[in-house]
């Protein structure tokens, strides 16, 4: 079952930078999809156009659809509110709010006008199990986010997207700025999420994409090059391009 | 060598110890202000001085007539001007694009910034006092100083608004808040200390300004307290002004009185201004 | 569990960005006000008094002389002096604050500069009567102590927290780079200030400068009370040690006793129009310098 399709999406900025080809593309459900590839190859950017974090950037040109259950997601009049809900988004350094560990769980939740505190309650304490951090912050809820450690406040950050009841997690290089420790507790969680959730991840090694990748795609300078099965991309790949990245020969 | 070097370092001491030099004679004279004042016009300032009305044609007596009035002034100034310039530095720091447009307004809040004190003076009186006929009151006065005061509200504001982390606003997007949800919940709170710092220096000097009101709102010889906002005050600045320029025979001790009240004044909303700063800068969460 | 979301009233958020935009362009509106009100009330007098009369050398409405002149030379002479003070003084302490004081000097100093910032004018000119003027009346055996010179120290003193605070911002932002390579080729600190560091603050110095020197022109209380206003053309800088008049101080002395709409009334808003304009192209210019130096700036770095 596909949870997303992208069909012929082209993107480019007011700058030049970062813009995407001609991108096909289909995302499982209950996977993990990879996006790798070099840098300012423009996977930021498509991650962004799948919740339209990119309506905020200076977007010239677009074309193409995104559809995410058969829904074209750019159609006017498309709740772009809701849409973020559904497509929840870590990103690369964990930005925590300035705001107690609960207040940053529960911010998504207010700004949609929930108040019931047994529902809050009740939403906080699930999606920090699940982000496996419940343990470890349970008593200490009222603290600053920023007490936490990097690790900790990347797992406040999975949790906080968790407490929205996502369908899609989308994942921008997570663990860059974490130890090799936490790196593998998140890696960990996401196989446990995508059981329930569609995973898209953008690693931060090609390693780290051979590990945890369902299905693969390589992205080089805006184009996509190849998609394959996690097994296939990293022991055969096809394209010489592919190859090439894969064995350290660019990057 | 050795000769060279240290002609260099002579030069190099001599040139230091110049500049301590004019920085000391910039700062002694601050420091003088300050204390001439204290010391010559405490005498003056007793509970009578500061509670009590003026009499025998100012030469006696208290000042809170003017006391009174400069805090409403200052009030007024306030309602005007600070919603208006924080929503201005919100427009500027959160929505305006990189457009001609804008540029326009930045060059309009340096105009305002630049005009001075008394050309304010000149319009309030033009459109306030006299085309619209509030009259010489306080709603003239406020309304001129706010404009005076907008450009320091708005410099002031958006700076605090722009140091907030753009990774909070990226982050609140993301989670389905909308743009404004994001600027009350997050952005605006962060910014509030540098927001408040900017305020109270610019009413501080809305508070000490005597141009802006001399033709406005400040009236010398009334000695009683304003009923509504379309009365004529007295008010510090002017009162110091006129006793110390025009009445014969003004009692030395009560001009340095005056001076001191007005010096306190607005020493001390520069202290809490200077304190809110420090005090969220330790703070912070970022 | 499935959450019942409610979006945020999208009529709300569009009332309120609204209101924000208006505020945003508040500025155009007021400084269009301004100008609109100062040409109205102003442009009469050009119809009203001839050029030559406004040009002449004699300011006395009593007998109908509207001759600017004098206003103009008086705002001029202490501008120009207060300049020269302000300048050196200035930028001598924001190089002694940014590149030679300990930081905890620095830390007591700059607020202190700033509350002199602070300090209300007419308090500055209050001391000016009573305690500046008799002093350099009796070290410099003048006539009289209410004279330009007085004026032009006490404008000079009022212009350098300005110049301070925006030169030492400068040379703040200069990075730290330029000064360690300078030292790492054997300049002393005194050779690197003045042949790299101040070098490259300086469009921000340019601008402390224009800002200072704006301030100046546009100060009114303090000339009012110190500089004796006496509306005669200054024919040098010999002229100092005698009264002037400026441009402010002729309006806030005289405006409240002219007749509303009469030409006395319009010649001084004329007064104000040429005050205002003066600041437009002191205040236009300096922040220009400043933007147009920071891109080329930025051109010459990447």
Same mark, same amino acid.
């Given at each position: 079952?596909?949870?997303?399709?992208?069909?012929?999406?082209?993107?480019?900025?007011?700058?030049?930078?970062?813009?995407?080809?001609?991108?096909?593309?289909?995302?499982?459900?209950?996977?993990?999809?990879?996006?790798?590839?070099?840098?300012?190859?423009?996977?930021?950017?498509?991650?962004?156009?799948?919740?339209?974090?990119?309506?905020?950037?200076?977007?010239?040109?677009?074309?193409?659809?995104?559809?995410?259950?058969?829904?074209?997601?750019?159609?006017?009049?498309?709740?772009?509110?809701?849409?973020?809900r559904?497509?929840g988004?870590?990103?690369?350094?964990p930005v925590v709010l300035p705001m107690s560990i609960r207040e940053n769980l529960t911010y998504g939740l207010e700004v949609a006008g929930i108040r019931d505190p047994n529902l809050l309650e009740n939403v906080l304490e699930t999606s920090l199990?699940?982000a496996?951090l419940w343990?470890e912050v349970k008593d200490r809820l009222e603290d600053p986010g920023v007490a936490l450690?990097?690790?900790q406040q990347q797992r406040l950050c999975l949790a906080r997207v968790l407490a929205l009841?996502?369908?899609?997690?989308?994942?921008?290089?997570?663990?860059?700025?974490?130890?090799?420790?936490?790196?593998?507790?998140?890696?960990?969680?996401?196989?446990?999420?995508?059981?329930?959730?569609?995973?898209?991840?953008?690693?931060?090694?090609?390693?780290?994409?051979?590990?945890?990748?369902?299905?693969?795609?390589?992205?080089?300078?805006?184009?996509?090059?190849?998609?394959?099965?996690?097994?296939?991309?990293?022991?055969?790949?096809?394209?010489?391009?592919?190859?090439?990245?894969?064995?350290?020969?660019?990057? | 060598?050795?000769?060279?070097?240290?002609?260099?370092?002579?030069?190099?001491?001599?040139?230091?110890?110049?500049? %301590?030099?004019?920085?000391?004679?910039?700062?002694?004279?601050?420091?003088?202000?300050?204390?001439?004042?204290?010391?010559?016009?405490?005498?003056?300032?007793? @509970?009578?001085?500061?509670?009590?009305?003026?009499?025998?044609?100012?030469?006696?007596?208290?000042?809170?007539?003017?006391? *009174?009035?400069?805090?409403? @002034? %200052?009030?007024?100034?306030?309602?005007?001007?600070?919603?208006?310039?924080?929503?201005?530095?919100?427009?500027?720091?959160?929505?305006?694009?990189?457009?001609?447009?804008?540029?326009?307004?930045?060059?309009?809040?340096?105009?305002?910034?630049?005009?001075?004190?008394?050309?304010?003076?000149?319009?309030?009186?033009?459109?306030?006092?006299?085309?619209?006929?509030?009259?010489?009151?306080?709603?003239?006065?406020?309304?001129?100083?706010?404009?005076?005061?907008?450009?320091?509200?708005?410099?002031?504001?958006?700076?605090? @608004?722009?140091?907030v982390p753009?990774a909070f606003r990226?982050v609140s997007i993301s989670v389905g808040a909308?743009?404004?949800q994001t600027i009350r919940k997050i952005v605006l709170p962060q910014?509030l200390?540098?927001?408040?710092?900017?305020?109270?220096?610019?009413?501080?000097?809305?508070?000490?300004?005597?141009?802006?009101?001399?033709?406005?709102?400040?009236?010398?010889?009334?000695?009683?307290?304003?009923?509504?906002?379309?009365?004529? %005050?007295?008010?510090?600045?002017?009162?110091?002004?006129?006793?110390?320029?025009?009445?014969?025979?003004?009692?030395?001790?009560?001009?340095?009185?005056?001076? @001191? *009240?007005?010096?306190?004044? *607005?020493?001390?909303?520069?202290?809490?201004?200077?304190?809110?700063?420090?005090?969220?800068?330790?703070r912070r969460q970022w | 569990?499935?959450i019942?979301?409610?979006?945020?009233?999208?009529?709300?958020?569009?009332?309120?960005?609204?209101?924000?935009?208006?505020?945003?362009?508040?500025?155009?509106?007021?400084?269009?006000?301004?100008?609109?009100?100062?040409?109205?009330?102003?442009?009469?007098?050009?119809?009203?008094?001839?050029?030559?009369?406004?040009?002449?050398?004699?300011?006395?409405?009593?007998?109908?002389?509207?001759?600017?002149?004098?206003?103009?030379?008086?705002?001029?002479?202490?501008?120009?002096?207060?300049?020269?003070?302000?300048?050196?003084?200035?930028?001598?302490?924001?190089?002694?604050?940014?590149?030679?004081?300990?930081?905890?000097?620095?830390?007591?100093?700059?607020?202190?500069?700033? /509350?002199?910032?602070?300090?209300?004018?007419?308090?500055?000119?209050?001391?000016?009567?009573?305690?500046?003027?008799?002093?350099?009346?009796?070290?410099?055996?003048?006539?009289?102590?209410?004279?330009?010179?007085?004026?032009?120290?006490?404008?000079?003193?009022?212009?350098?927290?300005? /110049?301070?605070?925006?030169?030492?911002?400068?040379?703040?932002?200069?990075?730290?780079?330029?000064?360690?390579?300078?030292?790492?080729?054997?300049?002393?600190?005194?050779?690197?200030?003045?042949?790299?560091?101040?070098?490259?603050?300086?469009?921000?110095?340019?601008?402390?400068?224009?800002?200072?020197?704006?301030?100046?022109?546009?100060?009114?209380?303090?000339?009012?009370?110190?500089?004796?206003?006496?509306?005669?053309?200054?024919?040098?800088?010999?002229?100092?040690?005698?009264?002037?008049?400026?441009?402010?101080?002729?309006?806030?002395?005289?405006?409240?006793?002219?007749?509303?709409?009469?030409?006395?009334?319009? /010649?001084?808003?004329?007064?104000?129009?040429?005050?205002?304009?003066?600041?437009?192209?002191?205040? /236009?210019?300096?922040?220009?310098?400043?933007?147009?130096?920071?891109?080329?700036?930025?051109?010459?770095?990447?």
């Amino acid at each position: 079952m596909n949870k997303i399709t992208i069909e012929n999406l082209s993107l480019k900025y007011s700058d030049g930078t970062e813009s995407l080809r001609d991108i096909n593309l289909e995302i499982p459900d209950q996977q993990i999809s990879v996006i790798f590839g070099p840098a300012g190859g423009g996977k930021s950017s498509l991650l962004r156009t799948l919740n339209r974090l990119n309506d905020l950037a200076d977007v010239v040109e677009r074309e193409g659809t995104i559809k995410i259950d058969d829904q074209d997601i750019y159609q006017p009049g498309y709740d772009v509110i809701q849409l973020r809900r559904i497509v929840g988004m870590v990103f690369a350094r964990p930005v925590v709010l300035p705001m107690s560990i609960r207040e940053n769980l529960t911010y998504g939740l207010e700004v949609a006008g929930i108040r019931d505190p047994n529902l809050l309650e009740n939403v906080l304490e699930t999606s920090l199990k699940k982000a496996a951090l419940w343990e470890e912050v349970k008593d200490r809820l009222e603290d600053p986010g920023v007490a936490l450690s990097g690790g900790q406040q990347q797992r406040l950050c999975l949790a906080r997207v968790l407490a929205l009841e996502p369908e899609v997690i989308l994942l921008d290089e997570p663990t860059s700025g974490l130890d090799p420790i936490s790196t593998g507790k998140v890696e960990e969680s996401l196989q446990e999420l995508k059981k329930e959730y569609t995973i898209i991840l953008v690693p931060h090694s090609v390693q780290q994409a051979a590990r945890t990748a369902d299905q693969a795609a390589f992205l080089l300078q805006g184009e996509l090059i190849e998609v394959a099965s996690g097994e296939v991309m990293f022991t055969n790949p096809q394209q010489q391009r592919t190859q090439d990245y894969i064995q350290g020969r660019f990057g | 060598m050795k000769k060279k070097s240290s002609a260099r370092q002579q030069k190099q001491r001599l040139g230091f110890g110049l500049l %301590t030099l004019m920085a000391i004679l910039t700062v002694i004279p601050i420091v003088a202000v300050v204390v001439y004042i204290f010391v010559l016009g405490a005498p003056a300032v007793n @509970l009578e001085f500061i509670t009590g009305f003026p009499r025998d044609g100012m030469r006696a007596g208290g000042i809170l007539p003017a006391i *009174v009035g400069t805090f409403y @002034l %200052t009030l007024g100034t306030a309602i005007f001007s600070v919603p208006l310039g924080i929503g201005a530095a919100i427009y500027l720091s959160e929505y305006a694009p990189d457009n001609r447009a804008t540029q326009l307004i930045r060059i309009a809040i340096i105009n305002l910034a630049g005009i001075p004190s008394v050309v304010y003076g000149l319009f309030g009186l033009g459109l306030f006092v006299l085309f619209l006929d509030f009259g010489t009151s306080i709603l003239a006065g406020s309304l001129t100083l706010s404009i005076m005061t907008l450009p320091v509200i708005i410099s002031t504001a958006e700076e605090a @608004l722009r140091a907030v982390p753009q990774a909070f606003r990226t982050v609140s997007i993301s989670v389905g808040a909308t743009k404004w949800q994001t600027i009350r919940k997050i952005v605006l709170p962060q910014a509030l200390p540098g927001i408040l710092t900017g305020v109270i220096l610019g009413l501080e000097r809305a508070a000490g300004e005597t141009a802006p009101i001399l033709f406005t709102v400040a009236a010398f010889f009334l000695p009683r307290l304003p009923n509504s906002p379309l009365d004529a %005050t007295m008010a510090l600045p002017y009162h110091l002004y006129v006793i110390s320029t025009q009445v014969p025979g003004m009692p030395i001790k009560i001009q340095y009185g005056t001076a @001191l *009240v007005l010096l306190v004044f *607005v020493l001390s909303m520069n202290l809490i201004a200077t304190t809110i700063r420090s005090r969220a800068r330790a703070r912070r969460q970022w | 569990m499935k959450i019942n979301f409610r979006n945020q009233s999208r009529l709300g958020e569009f009332a309120i960005t609204t209101l924000i935009k208006i505020a945003g362009y508040s500025a155009i509106l007021f400084v269009g006000m301004i100008f609109l009100f100062l040409m109205l009330e102003g442009l009469p007098a050009t119809r009203q008094v001839s050029l030559d009369s406004l040009l002449s050398d004699r300011w006395y409405p009593i007998e109908d002389y509207f001759g600017v002149l004098p206003l103009l030379g008086g705002s001029l002479l202490i501008t120009l002096g207060a300049t020269l003070i302000a300048v050196p003084f200035g930028i001598g302490t924001a190089v002694y604050l940014s590149e030679i004081a300990p930081r905890w000097l620095r830390e007591i100093l700059k607020p202190l500069v700033e /509350v002199l910032g602070g300090l209300p004018s007419v308090v500055l000119g209050f001391l000016g009567i009573l305690v500046l003027s008799p002093y350099l009346r009796v070290l410099l055996d003048l006539p009289t102590g209410l004279s330009a010179l007085t004026g032009a120290v006490l404008l000079g003193g009022i212009a350098i927290p300005t /110049v301070v605070s925006v030169a030492e911002d400068a040379l703040d932002a200069v990075p730290k780079s330029y000064r360690d390579a300078s030292l790492a080729m054997g300049a002393t600190e005194w050779q690197t200030i003045w042949r790299v560091t101040l070098p490259a603050a300086r469009s921000g110095v340019l601008t402390a400068i224009m800002l200072g020197v704006g301030r100046a022109i546009g100060e009114t209380m303090t000339v009012m009370m110190v500089t004796g206003n006496a509306p005669i053309v200054p024919k040098g800088l010999g002229d100092l040690f005698s009264p002037v008049r400026t441009m402010t101080a002729t309006i806030a002395a005289e405006m409240g006793e002219v007749a509303n709409g009469s030409v006395h009334y319009h /010649v001084l808003f004329l007064i104000g129009i040429i005050l205002f304009l003066i600041s437009l192209v002191v205040n /236009v210019t300096a922040s220009a310098v400043v933007f147009r130096s920071k891109k080329s700036q930025d051109r010459i770095l990447s």
